[in-house]
């Protein structure tokens, strides 16, 4: 069983920063991509951020400049210091995992619970 633990969200006032973490635990056989995704309120979700293995990222043209995505392979852990925080930035943000188990023969892709994030004007 694998679980995606975040932890950072919170509430800001609009110019703050914020770190958001996610910890992967279980039987994980190595971790390929890994990312971040918000959901705004009444919006679908959308892509935030993602860094792969090799640290190849990526970032929807809304964050770039302003966050910035990192991963700590020793702890399976991504980061994602938001910077600069705006009111559209408001949402509910999930991590997301691509990884290998069961010896790397199984690839499954998982979701961490939420963190919300506020930013108030």
């Known amino acids: 069983q694998v679980q995606l633990v975040e932890s950072g969200g919170g509430l800001v006032q609009a110019g703050g920063s914020l770190r958001l973490s996610c910890a992967a635990s279980?039987?994980?056989?190595?971790?390929?991509?890994m990312g971040w995704y918000r959901q705004p309120p009444g919006k679908q979700r959308e892509l935030v951020a993602t860094?792969?293995?090799?640290?190849?990222?990526n970032y929807v043209d809304s964050a770039k400049g302003r966050f910035t995505i990192s991963r700590d392979n020793a702890k399976n852990t991504v980061y994602l210091q938001m910077s600069s925080l705006k009111p559209e930035d408001t949402a509910v943000y999930y991590c997301n995992a691509d990884l290998y188990l069961h010896y790397g023969l199984i690839r499954k892709n998982y979701w961490g619970q939420g963190t919300q994030v506020t930013v108030s004007s």
């Open positions: 279980g039987s994980i056989s190595s971790i390929n991509a």
């Open positions: 860094i792969t293995s090799g640290d190849n990222t």
